[in-house]
């Protein structure tokens, strides 16, 4: 792990939040946009599936 | 990373191939303006970054001014200009990156041969996070805007990618929501539209707040109650018996107010009974005109014209033995309109009898006015019956107490239309008389005035009767009615709370798109956050760094630098002048700004953990007066190689490159001379030894096929031995070399050996054996070459002489 992965592990080791912690999983790497959004949309997709069948 | 060579060709300045030997500890190119040294820190910058800050600056003020000013002018190659460099990476294994340049100024990166997209695998990334520092660039971080500057600095210290990183998280927001799906666009229209509503029922209010705060497990919980609240015990389904509340409150819904009736207590006093005697009036005043006429008639013309009174009787088919009623000429009450037909023809001859008829036509049509009042008057009394639905409603209300109420109301209407028909009957009779006394028209009712008068008359006297009887049962029917009353309210509570449990999974699907949103805000917080912590962490250290390079550059001063101030997203950089604290950037002079940039660039380009072992610095000094430059030959130069860091000086100056050369000869440094550019591009001659330098050149060209190569490989030996014989002694002693070994041999300078006292005795048969082969192959007086040495007996003495090197490197300071 390099320094700017330190860094963001770091960063990420501070965010308890679910969600959040779910979208830092995103830009482990390469902090993209479309990477982020596309991680969050993943994750309301599933969600929304989950309530849709409660 | 560490550059051991450079090879430009086409680009820039540099047009035929070149490679630029870098392997000393520092090598220094020396030339006047426009010698083409800028070019060579434009071709490190272009290798790393594929792109220079001069050029992007440049395209700033005019892309087409800039166009194109990547490649040599003169170059007319067939293949791409490239630049070239031989390195070390961080783990100290030896690679080559190589950039080509296309024709639309994008290039190729190779390394190693492959192609690759960037070089972040040696931890290159940020155009400002850079192991150059440029004479034209010094000032750029300070006259930035404090936003960017934050941003270059912070990527100077390596935080860049926190500053990317939130970057990305802010798009990522807008891109989230730009390609949210329909069924989540859907949910959130609804809740809102749900919500609202909600919020007009009281009772719904708390579960409101709940869910905007985001709990919506409290809220449902909360909703739950007011929904039970709202059924009866023992439901099976909570929703279903909701439903079942809502559809018995739709029919328990009546505007029972609008049913209600006046009380009339006593039906003589009743406006309506009043105006009946009106009527009656009427029709009175009706026979008496008529009768008084027709008997002053009758007497004058029963005894001078009794045929014509026969006439009458006979037309009309009546006698007055037979129907005196019927006689016009008869006291009789009857009022029928044949009878005011006969009355009228009999009564028109005279004037008298045409009065009589006029004022008879006067009070039917007074009639007809006094008929208009009493309907009139019958509407404010009689009360708004219930339609069909509301009796259904009320029997649903109230039951079985219901139908006496029920009952007299059907007796009230049944009346009603009694009423009715009698006005109608009424009327039309009204009607035909006032055409019989109008004109003669004989209509075909038969109905006598009066007792059709008289039969309204009892049904109307009647209703009051009725309406006290339907008001009486209202009375009585009140306060069941409204005990189980059903408001619009009611119904729109119930309504709500059925929206509210079915459309739930909108609310919790709204919900995970707002907690997203949230996370997304919260998180480019914690990053600010973050950053602005690390970078006052790093600031803290860096910041001090900053201060003691620019106290090294500025021993003594009133006026200095005094620190950063980060922000938010912002970055401050303070001067002091006795004690008095104020920005730097319109307060310190352009030589102390210089430090400045040179202080912040020199901070960076060392922090810890810098991917860059190779440091090259262009013109640092230009604009400092004597005293700064002494400081940063003496003590900046110093500290970096102290530090281990490798040093490529580009100056005009030859004073600064000769001294610097002089300083640093013992820690290996080689001096270039750039002059004469040309067409082809710049001429490098090199000027000064280095010791790494010597043995590179003799490793380069040892093995060469070329007789004249390896002929300078020999010469390269010798002067490496002669050389280190005079570093040894400097470094050791400490002493200056004495004029009288000046342009001596080894047989003179072996005798310095014995002052030194790290030289291990053993070695000095090593550099004589050295030494003894190289004079076998050069001319006595002038060291030329008189026969060539073969690569065997040149590697074997190139390995000596490296590890004699290596054995000394740490007494001469490498």
Redesign the interface.
Known sequence: M???ED??H??RG??E?K??GA??DA?MKV???????TK??E???E??DA??K? | MRLKSLSICGFRGFNDAQTLDLSDTMVIFEGPNGSGKTSIGEAVEWLLYGRTLKRTKGDDLSKREYSGCYKNAHYIGSAPPYVEAELDDRAGKARKILRELKTDETSVLKVDGSVVQDLKEF?I?HLHDRPLILQHTLQDFIFMKPKARYEVLSAMM?????I??R??????????SK???Q??VQ?QSRRTLLVADMRQEPVLVPVVTLIESGRLAAAKQHLGQVAQGLVSPGYADLLQALKTVKSSKERAQLDWGRLSAAVISSPAEAPVVKLLSRLDARVSKIREHLAAAAAEQQGSQREHEPQRRQFYHLGLRLLDSVHPEHCPFCAADSLTPQRIAALREALAETPEGLAAIQKALAEVRGLTTDLVAQVAEQKKVVPNQPDDAEVRKIRDIAAGAAEAFLESNKALGDQLVICGESIEVLKNLQTAIEGVLSSGELPKSSDDLAQVVGRYKAEISVLPAFINGYAANYSVLDPAIKAGLASSADVKKVERTIAALEQW?DV??AQ??R??E???T??VG??RT?TER?QKQVLATRDKEIKNWYAMLNPISDVAYDGMVPGTDNLELRARTYAKTMFAAPNLSMSQLNCVGLAIYLACATRK?TPFNTLLIDDPVQSMDDEHTEAFKKQVIEKLLDDGFHIILLTHMQLLAGDVEALYRRRGAALYKMSQYSRSGPAIEWKGPGLGRLLEMVRTHKDATNEEYRKTATLNLRMFVEQFVKELYKADTGNPISRKYEGKSWGEIRSLLKSCKSFDINDEAKLEDTCNFTSKHLHPDERMPRSVANSAQLNSHYIAMSEILTKYKPVLGF
């Open positions: 390099n320094a700017e860094l963001i770091e960063m501070e965010v939040d969600w959040r979208l830092t830009y902090p993209t946009a479309e990477a982020i959004a969050a949309l994750i309301l997709s969600e929304t309530i849709e409660s | 931890g990334d390596g935080l860049e990618p926190l990317a990183l970057t990305a998280v802010e798009a990522a927001k807008t891109e989230f390609r949210l799906p069924r989540a949910a999974k919790r699907i995970v798109c907690d997203v949230r996370s997304f919260d998180l914690d990053i973050f690390k953990g």
